[in-house]
């Protein structure tokens, strides 16, 4: 067997290295571990300090403030929920680091109350009075003159009057159903006639700009903005007639929205999925937003109903749901955001003659190409390898998973075009890839009557692995083309979203893909793959297996060393295996954009170890692990992140790098990512985090994905193409 090969037989029955793990793993301290959950919250403070920072562009730092409420709503649906609904079931399963779920839900809601509260701080002292002096002015009813509440009221009346939907609660009206993430008024009125006092509840519609311009005649560089919620509070005496309104407040609901199915072999997975989301809808409540000048008689009303506790009850200054910034920050001012960046097309990908129609079969043929996304464009190179292969006559066949896409991709486009020209297509969607359940479920069975053949996952699994595989015949053999990716393949995402992928004509690539493909549509069990490891079988015992050999060379005295970049580190056993691998003296580098349970530099655990993190326009998705090998590196990209549900419950893929210049590449990465003229955040001995963003000098250190577009944009083919 090469040296460079995993033989994944051994990897799944290899009991002598299980028993070496778990004997090792012995001598190491039993409090090794960060909390899985603060870990995130620290991770979402980096992106609050994003918002916080003046060097950024105005704008940039309002979607940061966005970005923060969208992630702590998704935080709060799921990690929350998931420890509410431990607690509730009886199932009281200690976290990673062995606290009860009850005693991680008192430290979240203490530490979640302290963000909440500061992100609602930046905004009030600090972005809102940028934005007025930019000339883009969030303003209240108050503030406004006669002449604007006359042009607010017209556009009420037109506009959004008809859409409202005012709810009494008495005893003929019971307390209504509130539904998750809404925005809504509480509002308390007295009958004129006797006196009675009532309780209403308003809610906002979510289909109305959340922002509405005061007056649309106003130039773009001097913009007045009114909150929704504002103007219609002030337009209440039009929903009530008779009645005095005597207290109306803002509040908003988080409830669990974590699907949880009982997957059987002998159900239709689409059928037990659509009713797991329809339960979403009515799934318990975990947090309770209010104005924090909300009057005691609504918040106990609130909390009452609402069956709440008073831990899960956030008051906060208005506006309520922040996430509404990005209508602002979507506001074409050039000035004040980001200088625009232009994707490249791969060099690889280029004509070898600037006169010759580009093949993107023929660019793969010379060699591996490496992808890196959004610095190289995933238009001229993903999606044109998948539309050229719908368009060729000689591609016979087309397979590909797909976990999270839009229904107007080019991409789904592109499978519904070979379907219609007679090619044989196979699409594994995940339809239970979170939030995006119904959506791939409708554009999925748009496919299937296209006549593609759509997989939907498999039971128990999710297929989160990110494969394209193109059969095409060429002087009578059949070659295999196949993409393997870090990101999904959604148009949208991949100018957002930090990635690589790997486009080859290798055969053993191919016949890898073609098993794997077969197992995950048919019924066949396959163990061997050449250039892959896979989950849920493989993938981490691979990874041990590498980290082990590092281990035993740093022992022995070769070269050692060990490169990870990855979303989220939370799994024990590989953390397990990086603390040994740093007492053995490897030098182990974990470059992480989430959550990281890893302590770093700690004596006698993990002074060989450092982790940084890189937030910045682009969100870094990519995974990367890089082993020295003794000389002979082996390099691998793909889909898995460090997670128990990456690792044991999801179909993940990995697949090694072979061209030296392509790991060179990657290591000549790890080099710019780490280095301490770098502006990045370290992971300190203590657990918490210290952003780096200048040096002694007070100079700005670099930005690294601004530098990497710079660096990318002047690639050059050899002899002088682009």
Known sequence: ??????????????????????VATESLPSDRFLDRELSWLAFNQRVLELAEDHKL??????????IFASNLDEFFMVRVAGLKRRIMTGLAVPTNIGRAPADALADISARAHELQLRHAAVYQNSVKPALSKAGIQIVTWDSLDAADHDILHDYFTDQIFPVLMPLAVDPAHPFPYISGL????????????????????????????????????????????????????NQ?????????ILEHHTFRVT????????????EDLIQVLEKGLLKRRFGPPIRLEVAEQMDPTTLDLLIRELDITEQEVYRLPEPLNLGGLFEIAGIKRPELHYTPHVPTTAVGLTAADANEPRSIFSSIRRGDVLLHHPY?????????????????????????????????????????????????????????????????????????????????????????????????????????????????????TSRLYEDFGLLTADPVVGKDLTRLFNELSGYAIEKKFKRLLVAPLHLRKGLLKLINAETKNAQAGLPARIRIKINSMVDEKIIDALYLASQAGVKVDVWVRGICSLKAGVPGLSENIRVR???????????VFMFENNGDPQVYIGSADMMHRNLDRRVEALVRLSAPEQITELSELFDLALDETTSSWWLESDGSWKRHVVDEAGNTLVDLQDLLMKQISKRRRPGGHR
Request: proline residues 3%; hydrophobic residues 40%.
């Open 57 to 66: 562009p105005l704008l940039e730092r309002a979607n940061f403030l966005a």
């Open 182 to 233: 809404s925005l809504n008024l509480a509002i308390r009125v007295r009958n004129s006639k006797t006196g009675t006092e009532e309780f209403a509840r308003l809610k906002v519609p979510q289909m109305l700009p959340r922002f509405v311009r005061v007056d649309s005649r106003e130039a773009v560089t001097n913009v007045r903005y009114i909150a929704l919620e504002d103007l219609i509070a």
């Open 376 to 492: 190289e464009s995933f238009s001229t190179s993903v999606q044109s390898f998948l539309e050229q292969a719908a368009a060729d006559p000689n591609v016979l066949a087309i397979k590909q998973t797909l976990y999270r896409t839009s229904g107007d991709s080019p991409i789904v486009q592109a499978l519904i075009n070979a379907a219609e020209a007679g090619k044989q297509v196979l699409a594994l969607v995940e339809i239970k890839a979170r939030f995006d359940e119904q959506a791939n479920i409708s554009w999925a069975r748009k496919l299937e009557k296209a006549g593609v053949h759509v997989v939907y996952g498999l039971v128990g699994l999710k297929t989160h692995c990110k494969l394209a595989l193109v059969i095409r015949q060429e002087k009578g053999e059949l070659k295999h083309y196949s993409h393997i990716g870090t990101g999904n393949y959604n148009p949208k």
């Open 255 to 266: 409830r669990n929205e974590d699907v949880q199915i009982d997957e059987d072999e002998t």
């Open 1 to 22: 067997m090469a040296p460079h090969e995993i033989d994944s037989d051994n990897v799944d029955v290899d009991n002598d290295f299980d028993e070496f793990v778990a």
């Open 236 to 244: 209440l005496q039009d929903l009530f007639p008779g009645m005095e």
């Open 613 to 623: 993190s890189i937030l910045g326009r682009y969100l870094e998705h990519s995974r």
